[in-house]
């Protein structure tokens, strides 16, 4: 008996099949023609249909064993084979839902739950035969029976749907599901479900939405104080600096000389406090206001943050670089810069300073550097310097708010920058700062407009 291969390999080529027909053809008109020359003679349209007759009794049983079996065991053969391969893909289909971290649910045109997986059920609490069973509505928070058939009615004119929903666990605890829903018109129509845990997620999102709200409000209360508190404070201040002028000025014959140090004394306390009020001021408004964002040529800035500077004649400032245009708020610019070069100059301790600016780009960022021969920082000061309110040097000897390297740190860090000092003591120090080369807005908390 020819094996099920042997007579598939006959029937795959079309030559063959012909050769077979042909053959079988040849030998059964050959069969016909002998039997006919031993039988009696008859009439012509006999003899016809005799022969015809003797021709299909023939071939049938050679079309049959040659052609017909082998194609019907071929075709029993592909759909053993195709039956074979789509259990093993409904098999491999299941395994795989069955272990999918994500939950997984089968539903008819009811909303009748037919088929869940393991993470479904832990999502909710339930055991399988608990939920087989059960309509969709019983779990949906938020959801009736004809809500649901509404829309399953929906989702089969749209084929998929993607949303988030609310389901009820057993417990009666509420879990925030994303959902992505497929229509099939199989077995009577079926909704297959996969549904994700987002409830953490949505916690974090309503906390961090509460968190910006409280910021918001916190950044409106900062500037109304800071306002506030400027005008309560310089109001005194600026009594006291009148006073002062006037004692200094229309009692000066009065006064000895400890005298006259006191009054001096004081009037330099007061500067400084206004200093200190104004550079509290910038500082909090910094990544609190809406910046307006233009070209600004920091090769045109710089010499007039060096002239409105005017350094000593003993203190050389040089710009060694072309320096670039950047988009930015043009006072922002100005006020790092200046903050920058005014504490190089003020704590110059060399009778010959040298003061350099310099600018590279390195990526998708300029990288600029002011350096000076100045006294130097200790090591252990990097990271303290750039905080508010921080000096190295006695405020009696070296006139500072405490103010200025910290809103410089505030303003590179909103444009998406970083700042960084080296320095050896005794010999100098080199503040490094970069700013985005591509415009790129600065990353602002949500405050005031201008």
Known sequence: M??????????????????IVAVSVFVSEASVMLLLYFLPRESLI?????DASLLVALISPSLYFFLFRPLVIQIRERKRIEDMLRKNEEE?????????????????????????NDAYCNMLGYSRAELIGMNIADVEAAETEDGVVRHIGTLMQKGSDRFESRLRRKDGQIQ???????YSDLHGGRVYCFLRDITERKQVEAHRAQLLQELGSANEELNNFAYVVSHDLKAPLRGISSLADWLSTDYADKFDEDGKEQMRLLINRVHRMDGLIDGILLYSRVGRVKETMTAVDIGRLVPEVIDLLAPPANIAVTIEDPLPTVMAEPTRIQQLFQNLLSNAIKYMDKPEGRIRINCCAEGKQWKFSVSDNGPGIKQQHFEKIFQLFQTLAPRDRVESSGVGLALVKKIVEMYGGTIWVESVVGEGSTFFFTLPRKPAPPNQDKGEKT
């Open 46 to 50: 006999d003899e016809a249909i005799l």
């Open 2 to 19: 020819d094996t099920p291969q042997k007579q598939s390999r006959l029937t795959k080529s079309p030559a063959l099949i012909f050769l």
């Open 92 to 116: 491999q289909f299941k395994v795989m839902i069955r272990t999918s971290l994500d939950a997984f649910l089968i539903m008819d045109m009811q909303g009748r739950i037919l088929e869940v």
């Open 176 to 182: 925030i599901v994303e959902e992505s829903s497929n």
